[in-house]
């Protein structure tokens, strides 16, 4: 295997996973189309992929994000939580709310883990692993007394220029356990800067997912 073969193939297999990450596709000619990659390659990736829990299929046959990757990523951020447990909070609160809704880890910036987006007008597009800023200071941690906050984050353009503003309504959910990184898991319900249509409800929800995420099983 040559080297240049290799960093093809890791390129097409991270292309592939922002795909399916921020937009709704089904097959591998889709992902071929919109890549503009070989459809026969193509195809066998996404079938790989799929093998190695890269990808999965959600009720309706559409794409996402497999367990493995969203695994890794919360081990090496040191979350001790299990990866299968947060797409199903993550899109029951899209279905709430309507608006999307992700899992972040909380440190010295915020880190987009896993998504749903959202389909009310207007809704804000994210995708895994976008970072931002906090542009108000985030609380601090305390997960003796979970309650809701809000939150306003601003994309990583350069200093001095917000560029575009998100609003965050969200709980913490869990602490890392990594003294180097210290972190926490959130989950927040986003959209760009306005007001919530629903805040008394949508927060009425966050705290409905925190008593699922914190029930065993």
Partial sequence: ???????????????????????QVRTAYEIAVRLKLPVSSTYLTVTELERLSCLARDE????????????MALDALGFQVAAQRLAPLVRHLRDQSGETVFMA??????????????FNPGHLVVQPFQTYRYATAPPPADLGRPGVFELTLATNAQ?????????????QLA??????????LAVGVARPEGDFR???????KLLELKAFFDSPG
């Fill in 1 to 23: 295997m040559s080297a240049a073969w290799a960093t093809e193939a890791v390129t097409r297999f991270r292309d592939i996973l922002a795909l399916v990450s921020r937009e």
């Fill in 105 to 118: 880890s909380m440190a010295e910036i915020l880190t987009v883990g896993t998504v749903a987006m959202g």
């Fill in 198 to 204: 629903d805040a008394a409800h949508i927060a009425r």
């Fill in 175 to 184: 602490r890392s356990s990594s003294s180097a990184h210290p972190a926490t």
């Fill in 159 to 171: 200093y001095g220029d917000h560029g575009g503003l998100v609003n965050l309504m969200a709980l």
């Fill in 60 to 71: 309706s046959g559409y794409l996402l994000v497999g367990i493995r990757p969203q695994q």
